[in-house]
């Protein structure tokens, strides 16, 4: 097999989201005010910068003032400004909407925007490449590279050509080597190459489990009638059950566009939810089905999001490298924003990078990374929404009721600090304790089955590699997650990529039952790498360029 090339920079960046692409355009400012040269790149998964990235999205427009003041002038892609809140608690047939005198202030959207955040992304990815940064999409970071000394020497892109067996192909090309003095992990929620730094570092130590969600987003071109640029809606309530935790998302873009989705708190413990089926009869809601009617559905999606707060952030640094943004956990669960978190992250790293790189260091641990984000307005703002997701995994009534205390009464400053006692994949009932739902068929005019979601969300892979969805043990699936769980991984997925089947023509010949693995479908949600309750399923990188092809989402 041919060995890799290798590029050396100051800076090697792993991933083209709001904070890699924030760290990026920080360090070349730096660079510029110093009048010094500075090699950074980023390496990004998706096809293009933005493939991948799915949000609401409201936008916080703070961190982005604060790298680029002139960003209006620039015609940086925020163009629906928020015009109206509204919070509704639905039941099965009605909704109650909360007067907005009684809103906190973390769902008070007045100097936001309604935002495509892949198209802020490229717009961002833009201005990155003209201060000299290079980006290579379609790259995969596969690897993570080491130094003797055993800090971090950079990362590896995976191969291109390795066929299902694992061996090259004709069309085989080799990955490369990308070596920085500090590589900066901004891979977003569960990243693979993080999660593997945490682990390696021991980076979790000391603090709570990170806990997720899960978002499922559609597009769509609603009757001009029904379209009001600028209203944010959320919902809580109705379809879930009380002592579930999520709610909806509903934005109204530009040009009759809006974006709708739903919110999902990965602990919940009823093995037969599915979060996907929860998102589809939402839609069919009569406060909600009126929007859509009508309309036409463009694009679907889905995410996971890092939603435990501030006591879930790992260690942020360790020698060679740091994690920023969603990779890290920088997300301000109340607010529903991580945008404005992730950027502010990446650019605190950039500057401590930075004085390191002209201070003729590399390889060691950016102890200024920390330090500037607890001296931040970020470390403010996630310290005093610290309790909103413990609060709110206590179920509807009395998590709305507390939250309440903590933000109106408290301002977020209450004399306590809840905290996250359990992993996501550790809270499933036994099937014999829960309670099977039966969700309505999908009717074709505002909600849909799976494999009609995926087809639009421009999912592909490459068919002949390794599947990127591996299972440490075989025989995991059958033995314990259908014995006792009846196969979560079945409805968790949201992209269809997990299914129960029996050999073709055996099916009431008592055929043994085996798991199916339809990786082509995957979104790259990183659900299951999560939820999985064996953890048995590990998600690696698949080819670069591989995954969705997200259009304005």
């Not at 559609?218 to 309530?237: F, K, M, N, R, Y």
């Not at 200024?368 to 307005?377: G, L, T």
Request: hydrophobic content about 40%.
């Amino acid at each position: 097999m041919a060995e890799r090339e290798s590029m050396d920079y100051d800076v090697v960046i792993v991933g083209a989201g709001p904070s890699g692409l924030a760290a990026a355009i920080r360090l070349k400012q730096l660079a510029a005010d110093a009048g010094r040269e500075l090699g950074v790149c980023v390496i990004e998964k998706g096809s293009e910068v933005g493939a991948h990235i799915l949000s609401g999205a409201v936008m916080d427009p703070r961190a982005l003032a604060e790298l680029i003041p002139d960003w209006q002038q620039l015609d940086a892609p925020l163009n629906a400004p928020v015009t109206e809140d509204r919070f509704l608690f639905l039941t099965r047939d009605g909704s109650w909407q909360v007067p907005g005198f009684m809103l906190p202030v973390c769902f008070r959207n007045h100097g936001n925007y309604v935002v495509s955040l892949g198209n802020v992304c490229r717009w961002l990815g833009q201005q990155a490449e003209a201060l000299g940064v290079e980006i290579f999409p379609g790259f995969a970071g596969a690897e993570v590279l080491y130094r003797e000394d055993g800090a971090v020497a950079g990362v590896a892109t995976g191969d291109v050509g390795i066929g299902k067996d694992g061996k090259p192909g004709p069309n085989h090309q080799p990955g490369m080597a990308l070596r920085g003095a500090y590589t900066f992990f901004a891979e977003g929620c569960r990243g693979h190459l993080g999660r593997q730094l945490e682990s390696h570092f021991r980076l979790r130590e000391g603090c709570d489990p990170q806990v997720y969600g899960i978002g499922l987003k559609e597009l769509w071109q609603i009757d001009p009638a029904q379209h009001h640029s600028g209203l944010v809606i959320h919902t809580a309530g109705w379809p879930l059950e009380p002592d579930t935790y999520g709610g909806s998302f509903f934005y109204h873009m530009q040009d009759q566009l809006i974006s709708i989705g739903y919110v999902v708190g990965l602990g919940y413990r009823n093995p037969y939810l599915s979060p996907y089926e929860e998102f589809q009869r939402f839609k069919t809601h009569p406060a909600i089905r009126p929007f859509l009617e009508g309309g036409k559905r463009i694009a679907y999606g889905a995410r996971a999001i890092a939603a435990g707060g501030l006591q879930s952030l790992p260690r942020l640094t360790f020698p060679g490298g740091v994690l920023i943004g969603d990779d890290a956990g920088f997300l301000n669960a109340s607010r529903i924003k991580g945008t404005h978190a992730a950027m502010k992250s990446g650019m605190l790293a950039a500057e401590a990078a930075f004085d390191a790189i002209a201070a003729g260091r590399g390889g060691d641990e950016l102890a200024a990374y920390p330090e500037k984000f607890r001296a931040s307005w970020l470390h403010d703002e996630l310290h005093r929404a610290r309790n909103f997701k413990p609060w709110m995994s206590k179920g509807l009534l009395t998590g709305t009721l507390m939250v309440g205390i903590d933000q109106v009464v408290f301002g977020g400053r209450a004399p306590w600090t809840l905290h996250h006692r359990h992993a996501d994949h550790e809270t499933l009932l036994d099937k014999t304790q829960a309670t099977p739902i039966d969700y309505p068929k999908p009717d074709g005019v505002v909600s849909f089955d799976r494999l009609s979601s995926v087809f639009i969300s421009n999912t592909n892979h490459e068919e002949n590699q390794p599947v990127h969805l591996t299972l440490k043990d075989p025989t995991v699936p059958i033995r314990i997650n259908l014995a006792r769980y009846d196969a979560p991984e079945q409805r968790y997925c949201p992209a269809g990529v997990y299914e129960i089947v029996r050999d073709a023509g055996n099916a009431n010949e008592g055929a043994p039952p085996r798991l199916q693995i339809n990786a082509q479908n995957c979104v790259h949600c990183k659900t299951c790498d999560i939820k999985d309750p064996t953890q048995n399923i590990v998600w690696v990188a698949p080819e670069g360029g591989g995954g969705p092809n997200y259009p304005n989402m």
